[in-house]
């Protein structure tokens, strides 16, 4: 379990987290919506260690975030699968190279051939065809790049999949796709998702529950249904606007 306890976070004045509270159930598909700028990356980075709480907590399976011991934070980042906005694949490397990166670490030294079956499986998890192995990212389509980061984010089997603007740049096709593969790797997978969003679409058709963060706060975490009854007007104002005539139809 993910838990958000009171957290607070500024970057000089801007006070950008203003006492999160927030549990993310085993299990569950938590979908993150919120104003751009409004710290739903910060917020989840905290989660990885990536960034350190001014005030308050993550607490990922037990284990405090504010306080954790090198060792106990390395135990939570392989926990962890982090796909990335923009994919943030190595340009200079292959697709396999890319993979092989996350699939091993210092310590086990795994040769890259030893991981390519794996890789190959990883690519196929993504629907990703195994000859895209031996290209470079540039050769590759926003898409397919999108999928390749997945894959390199689900490689070390992680409990926890961390979803940051995954549709965020694609066609509305191509933005169905990713939105089905969310829901086919929490099933295959098993693990609890964060999928942080500003598309709605993507927000209701994943989330179990849905999140509002706003000023600094969670405004509202509720299921698709209730959120939709929800009459806070700054709730209202962000779901209702365009699911309106889907819930109605
Ligand atoms: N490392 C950082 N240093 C300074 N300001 C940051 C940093 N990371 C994020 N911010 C600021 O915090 C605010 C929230 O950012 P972010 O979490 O990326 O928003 P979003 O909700 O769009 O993901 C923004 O104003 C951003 O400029
Ligand atoms: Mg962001």
């Known amino acids: ?86 994919a943030a694949l190595f340009d200079s490397l292959t697709v396999a190279e890319n993979l092989w990166l996350a699939q091993t670490d210092e310590k086990e030294g795994r040769s890259p051939q030893s991981c390519r079956a794996e890789g190959e499986d990883l690519l196929h998890r993504v629907n990703l065809d195994p000859t895209v192995m031996d290209k470079y990212p540039s050769e590759l389509s926003g898409g397919m790049r999108k999928r390749v980061g997945v894959a390199r984010a689900i490689a070390h089997r992680p409990r926890y999949l961390l979803w940051d603007e995954p549709t965020t740049g ?14 086919e790797l929490d099933r295959q997978l098993g693990v609890t998702s964060i999928v942080v969003t500003h598309d709605l679409d993507t927000a209701f058709e994943v989330g179990d529950r849905i999140a509002l963060l706003y000023e600094g706060r969670v405004r509202a975490v509720q299921t698709p249904d209730e959120i939709l009854k929800n009459e806070d007007p700054v709730v209202r104002k962000f779901v209702r606007r365009s699911r309106v005539d889907d819930a109605v139809a």
């Open 170 to 183: 694609l066609d509305p096709v191509n933005a169905d796709n990713i939105d089905e593969l969310i829901m």
């Open 1 to 86: 379990m993910i838990e958000f306890r009171n957290l607070h976070k500024s970057f000089d004045d801007l006070h950008v987290l203003r006492g999160v509270d927030l549990r993310v159930e085993e299990g569950e598909t938590l979908a993150l919506l919120g104003p751009s700028g409004t710290g739903k990356s910060v917020l989840i980075k905290h989660a990885m260690g990536l960034l350190d709480p001014d005030e308050g907590d993550v607490i990922v399976d037990g284990i405090s975030i504010a306080n954790a011991t090198p060792r106990e934070l390395r135990k939570v980042r392989r926990r962890i699968g982090y796909v990335f906005q923009n």
